[in-house]
């Protein structure tokens, strides 16, 4: 089993930063795929930026030039650096990690319990 746990959400007014960062633990041989997933409210939830093996990082084409997604593999954390926010970036921001428990080549995702970051003045 595999813990997800977010911090780093708020309130933040137009134009402004945040900072979301990610912990993973437990049962863990090593990391495929870890990043964010966002859901407003109303809408379906969407890949906002995730970085896989190998460095390869993907955006939501909305957030792509103001979003930054990174990795620390050593501590199995990820942050989402978030610049020129904006009111539609409002969502509740998840973790996801797709996480291999052993060398047997089996994984399984997981998710965290979410972070709100409302974008207002």
């Known amino acids: 089993q595999v813990r997800l746990v977010e911090s780093g959400g708020g309130l933040v007014q137009p134009g402004g930063s945040l900072r979301l960062s990610c912990a993973a633990s437990?049962?863990?041989?090593?990391?495929?795929?870890m990043g964010w997933y966002r859901q407003a409210p109303g809408k379906e939830r969407e890949l906002a930026a995730v970085?896989?093996?190998?460095?390869?990082?993907i955006y939501l084409d909305s957030v792509k030039g103001r979003f930054t997604v990174s990795r620390d593999n050593a501590k199995n954390t990820v942050s989402l650096q978030m610049n020129r926010l904006k009111p539609e970036d409002t969502a509740v921001y998840y973790c996801?990690?797709?996480?291999?428990?052993?060398?047997?080549?089996?994984?399984?995702?997981?998710w965290g319990q979410g972070t709100q970051v409302t974008v207002s003045s």
């Open positions: 996801n990690a797709d996480v291999s428990p052993n060398s047997g080549g089996v994984h399984f995702e997981y």
């Open positions: 970085i896989i093996s190998g460095g390869t990082t």
């Open positions: 437990g049962s863990i041989f090593s990391i495929n795929a």
